[in-house]
């Protein structure tokens, strides 16, 4: 794959950290890319190149779709911020996705009850 300077330079630090897992892989690049103020320009550069994309997302992925550059606008304001996030103390491999926090969030959750009986709907009285 042909992508510039700026994105292998993500991708070799991404080498450096010990991980094993695709979703590990992802979580470290997005974290480098953040840190080194790359992440809106290696999207550009990815989106960009159609065999990348084929290759890193599937084919619904919202990157692969006509609103990537939607989402793509504003992540250019990030470069602004400094991202002092640690990058090798952290197992990317094995942290919870968010999906899986909210499912375990929910599946102990109870429905909320109210404490007013059901009253059938009434239609609105003139004055």
Request: one cysteine or more; aromatic letters at 8%; charged letters at 20%.
């Amino acid at each position: 794959l042909k992508l510039n300077n700026k994105f292998r330079v993500c991708s070799e630090k991404v080498r450096k950290v010990k991980v094993t897992t695709i979703r590990g892989v992802s979580r470290a690049w997005l974290r480098i890319a953040l840190v080194e103020h790359l992440l809106h320009e290696c999207l550009v550069t990815l989106t960009s190149n159609i065999n990348a994309m084929r290759f890193f997302y599937d084919e619904n992925a919202v990157l692969r779709s006509r609103d990537a550059e939607m989402l793509l606008g504003p992540l250019a304001t990030l470069t602004v911020f400094d991202f002092s996030i640690p990058i090798n103390l952290i197992d990317f491999d094995s942290l919870p996705s968010r999906l899986d926090a909210y499912n375990k969030l929910f599946e102990k959750s109870q429905p909320i009850q109210s404490n007013q009986p059901n009253q059938p709907n009434q239609p609105n009285q003139p004055n």
